[in-house]
């Protein structure tokens, strides 16, 4: 039965990574072990890499870590949470987030029941994929990255047909509303206030459908003061990866909740123009977010209203922020007016309508290979 297992053991506490590594060493076990958590994002690419089939996952050192990768790794292998004493609370986040086990005890007799039972229990069932969380964040404000998160999310749901979640997570702002004419009852801060008991029938009643996607608004009074701290903020993410294909979050900026939200998502998408000032703030930004930790190769820089006649051209812009862009949109000025005048997604025939589309399929993945884009698309490859 200990054969079939290769195990990974995420344990940053150093005496219950004493004590596991011990106990199968004792029982013969092969094991991949990690002294620290993993960046967001990462764990599941570490199993396959590995070739691990099952995590052993430390709760104790950072539960609000530890929670969010019980949820990246779930899908993937069996995750055994390990804490040294049994704590009821944490024990029921855990299985919330998708851990099968609960282990308090690290002697070679427990760990052995719980490797013979996961083994009667095994099956080749593929298990849901969970979400990917974008976070758009804007360089400076009145860059347009609201509105390019409401396209995006729209147009993920059209081509991707997965369920796809939008959340305006700026509260002063509270654009997304704005733009897609919407009014709720209610708002990002009764999710947040309600993160430890969410399920599909309370979370039903949160969001508003809007063409074809999932809208959690912000509270329509810029009085109404919503506190994302990082335990809720992990609590909403992991719920979020669950139910949805894609999550599209809009936050306010790099800094305060903004950099939480960022640092918990896959991707980060950040939105400048190729004005100077934009690109000054947008150099800033970038620097709190990596201090946040959020590591550089997540970010993914998107360019609005490009206009290069009036503004720093593509190379310029490289250039100051030292990084390349992910994506260049032009400049549309009347599809985005009119889109904003009538409540709906921009015209898929618009330029900013196709530009959303070039975004949306390289994202998923679907970008055609050779396929010739214009300057208002993604980026063309770069002849040697």
């Given at each position: 039965?200990?054969?079939q ?14 004590q ?16 620290e ?5 990462t ?17 104790a ?5 530890a ?6 790794a ?31 005890d ?13 083994g ?7 298990q849901a ?14 860059c ?48 947040v206030?309600d ?7 309370l979370w ?19 009085g ?18 669950e ?31 190729n ?33 290069p ?5 593509r ?27 009538e ?8 330029q ?13 993945g ?19």
């Amino acid at each position: 039965m200990r054969s079939q297992w290769k195990l990974l053991i995420v344990c940053p506490h150093p005496a219950m990574s004493r004590q596991i590594r011990t106990t199968v060493g004792d029982l013969g076990l092969e094991v991949c072990l990690l002294s620290e958590y993993p960046r967001p994002g990462t764990l599941a690419g570490q199993v396959a890499q590995q070739e691990c089939n099952i995590c052993f996952l430390d709760v104790a050192s950072n539960q609000e870590q530890a929670l969010q990768l019980i949820a990246e790794a779930a899908p993937v292998v069996p995750v055994v949470a390990l804490n040294t004493q049994n704590d009821a609370d944490l024990i029921l986040r855990c299985l919330r987030r998708g851990a099968c086990e609960f282990l308090a005890d690290l002697s070679p007799e427990q760990l052995t029941g719980v490797l013979e039972r996961l083994g009667l229990l095994r099956t080749p069932m593929e298990q849901a994929k969970p979400a990917t969380v974008y976070c758009v964040v804007p360089g400076k404000g009145g860059c347009g990255a609201s509105t390019l998160a409401t396209h995006l999310a729209i147009e993920l749901r059209r081509i991707g047909g997965s369920r796809v979640l939008l959340v305006d997570a700026d509260c002063l702002m509270a654009s997304v509303s704005f733009l897609l004419k919407l009014k709720s009852l209610f708002h990002l801060g009764d999710a947040v206030r309600d993160c430890l008991r969410l399920d599909a029938d309370l979370w039903g009643r949160l969001v508003t459908k809007c063409h074809g996607i999932d809208v959690l608004t912000a509270p329509e009074s810029p009085g109404t003061r919503v506190n994302i701290d990082r335990p809720a903020a992990v609590e909403l993410i992991c719920f979020w990866r669950e139910h949805y294909g894609a999550v599209i979050i809009d936050v306010a900026g790099a800094y305060g909740p903004g950099c939480d939200l960022a640092s918990l998502s896959d991707e980060v998408l950040l939105v400048t123009t190729n004005e100077l000032a934009a690109l000054h703030g947008t150099k800033r930004s970038i620097e709190n977010l990596e201090q946040s930790g959020v590591a550089r190769g997540r970010l993914k820089l998107l360019v609005t209203r490009y206009t290069p006649s009036t503004g720093l051209k593509r190379d310029d812009v490289e250039t100051a922020l030292k990084m390349s862009p992910y994506a260049l949109l032009g400049n549309d000025y009347a599809a985005v007016q009119d889109a904003i005048l009538e409540g709906k997604p921009a015209a898929p025939g618009s330029q900013f309508g196709r530009s959303i589309n070039a975004l949306a399929e390289r994202l998923l993945g679907k970008e055609k290979s050779g396929k010739k884009r214009p300057l208002f698309g993604l980026l063309p490859v770069r002849q040697s």
